[in-house]
């Protein structure tokens, strides 16, 4: 996997141990297997683990989707389901096992298995319970706790973890997080200092504290690759998630939703000149893989989309050029030409292929409303009529605009002022109930519980709050006119969302140079405890320590950067991505990030996760028992 190596920590070993993982459990089942799943989501995941000539070596011999119309292989001896601990899932799951013995039930060689990625939970067993099931399957746990996503980049692939922890106060995913780290040390050795702030950053410290603990016996020590970890709970930084990102590889993910690095896009757009016009299937879907093996993406993904056109123009003009070449060539030039020609195809190819999915991007960009969208964003982000209702989100609500849409803007405006004014709340709520319906209360009240839409006894000194963060962390460009701003040669993190610097990745450079000695008073006003500890490691091991009180104040800082691993709890966006990939790529910074999450969110997909809908799933599914329901609620996720 080109994707995973080329930095000074390889991540393709982390592959390798997710590979094992997988390997072991299919290795005690024994006979012919064929895969299913319920989720498109666990399959895209479980790509950049296995491929199908792996699967063959563990005797797979077919796969197939559980939907409507499913049907389970009668030949082979076992058929294995691959399913995340979610009951929608697997009561699609459930209900094909009971229809295949009842319609087969001459048929006994067919050995059931259902395995749980990454872990089993006790809620789940107690659905297929209830269901009849249990007696036909058995059950195992694979534990990959973390997927490579690229070589700087590792996901839990939870996009609902921020839920979870933050309001259902489940902490499965905040121990998966803790087990994870443990992994990340068996391979590249324990991480010396340990960074954090917030209750979700405290809780996974503490899990991974216990964990040592409990294998330190078994410890094989090694030298140490990683110098930190920061732990950044979600909660610490709302703002971030909610203005929207315009990185192309950010307004990729916010237009069609990137999964595992894996896109979904309109295929039309896709087919050769000759035939766009001949075929018009709008259903059409293209699926496409998008990761730092591909040159010309790796290139484009991280820039602002104003860089875009100019990037792509001036690789079609140097392909171009490189072809003409073979026109008035000699033999020699022919040949050498020849020899390259594969490679010139495949830098074609890959450019057709950028600049179509960049020409989508530009038709959101395009819309009618869509700048219209961001200035509004970045007039809050400026603290501009925070204390009055929008009439921009007004007018969508009368146009009956996406609720989600409109969520996150009413979420940005409390954010950005430190809860709202209650007239105003009450205002957007009322407007809200009687445009959407009655049903979105409770995601209001969802919203209100995890911080994103609430008032906080609004005063002038709420406002002055936010004022002295943006301040003194230089979250915005205007107000720091020492700083030229340029988004297609950015010198600094604002070009990310035009205007705005992360407060998450601000946080990750503080700590890094000059120290957050230098931010005690901010760190005092985010939410939740702060981590700062140093894991025991043996003398003979430890890396010599510099001057000051940063993480980045450590030997050889500029000829030979610290490695800091940033573990953002509750989901990370793209354009935070981006931003601590130009961290690491500045010359000036000693510090090189790779990058851990629960999963990779958006505003739409974060506040989607907390829409009442979104747990619709959990109350149908035991409309017939309430009773198991109320008591199994507040911990989803615990382990039998």
């Known amino acids: 996997m080109s994707h995973l190596v080329g930095r000074r920590l390889n991540l393709q070993h982390m592959r390798e141990v997710a590979r094992r993982e997988f390997s072991d459990v299919f290795s005690q089942i024994q006979g012919s ?108 746990e694979c534990p990959i706790e973390l997927f490579p996503l690229d070589n700087d980049l590792l996901s839990m692939e939870n996009p609902a973890a921020f839920r979870e922890f933050a309001l259902d106060h489940d902490h499965s995913s905040l121990f998966v997080a803790a087990r994870a780290l443990i992994t990340i040390q068996s391979i590249h050795g324990t991480i010396q200092h340990v960074y954090g702030k917030g209750e979700a950053a405290q809780t996974v410290f503490d899990y991974m504290t216990k964990m040592r603990k409990e294998i330190q016996a078994d410890r094989n020590e090694i030298t140490p690759q990683i110098d930190n970890l920061l732990l950044i709970d979600r909660s610490v930084d709302l703002i971030s998630l909610l203005p929207t990102q315009l990185t192309f590889e950010g307004l990729i993910d916010e237009r069609f939703g990137l999964k595992s690095t894996t896109v979904r896009l309109p295929g039309a757009k896709f087919r050769p000149p000759d035939e766009k016009q001949q075929i018009n299937d709008v259903s059409e879907v293209k699926k496409l893989i998008l990761n730092s093996s591909e040159e010309l993406f790796a290139q484009l993904r991280d820039k602002n989309f104003t860089g875009v056109g100019g990037i792509l123009s001036r690789k079609a003009k140097a392909i171009t050029a490189e072809f003409d070449e073979r026109l008035n060539a000699n033999v020699q030039e022919l040949k050498k030409f020849t020899s390259k020609l594969n490679t010139l195809q495949a830098s074609k190819a890959s450019l057709a292929k950028q600049t179509a999915i960049a020409e989508l991007v530009k038709e959101l960009i395009d819309q009618d409303d869509f700048m219209d969208k961001v200035r509004v964003e970045q007039a ?242 035991f409309r017939e028992n309430p009773d198991t329901l109320t008591i199994s609620a507040p911990r989803l996720g615990r382990d039998v």
């Open 380 to 621: 809050f982000m400026e603290e501009i009529d925070l204390d009055k209702p929008n009439p921009f989100i007004e007018d969508c609500i009368n146009r009956r605009e996406d609720v989600i849409r409109v969520l996150r803007l009413m979420c940005l405006q409390c954010v950005m002022s430190n809860g709202l004014k209650q007239k105003v709340l009450d205002s957007y709520r009322r407007d809200i109930i009687q445009t959407y319906g009655y049903q979105y209360f409770p995601t209001l009240l969802n919203l209100e519980k995890v911080g994103l839409l609430s008032t906080a006894g609004w005063t002038s000194s709420t406002t002055r709050t936010m004022e002295k963060i943006k301040g003194t962390m230089k979250l915005m460009l205007f107000g720091n006119s020492d700083v030229p701003f340029d988004d297609q040669n950015p010198t600094d993190l604002y070009y990310v969302f035009s205007g705005y610097a992360p407060l998450s990745v601000r946080l990750a450079q503080y700590l890094a140079t000059p120290g957050w000695r230098g931010i005690e008073t901010i760190l005092k006003v985010l939410p939740g405890p702060r981590v700062d500890a140093v894991q025991d490691i043996p003398t003979v091991l430890r890396r010599k320590r510099g001057g000051g009180g940063g993480a980045g104040s450590y030997y050889g800082a500029h000829d030979n950067p610290q490695i800091t691993v940033v573990f953002f709890l509750g989901g990370v966006t793209y354009a935070e991505i981006s931003a601590l990939r130009f961290l690491t790529n500045s010359e000036d910074h000693p510090t090189e990030y790779i990058i851990a999450t629960t999963g990779i969110v958006n505003g739409t997909s974060l506040l989607t996760s907390l829409d009442d809908d979104f747990k619709q799933r959990y109350i149908h599914n």
């Open 33 to 140: 297997k064929a895969i299913g799943w319920a989720d498109n989501a666990i399959l895209d995941s479980l790509n950049l683990i296995v491929d199908w000539p792996f699967l063959q070596e563990l005797d797979v011999v077919r796969m197939f989707h559980v939907d409507a119309e499913a049907a389970v292989p009668e030949t082979e001896n076992n058929v294995i389901f691959i399913a995340p601990p979610d009951l929608q899932k697997l009561t699609a799951i459930a209900d094909l096992i009971l229809l295949t013995k009842e319609q087969r039930n001459a048929c006994q060689h067919t050995k059931f298995h259902i395995m749980f990625v990454p872990r089993q939970c006790f809620l789940c067993k107690l659905k297929l319970e209830d269901m009849s099931v249990m007696q036909y399957v058995q059950f195992w």
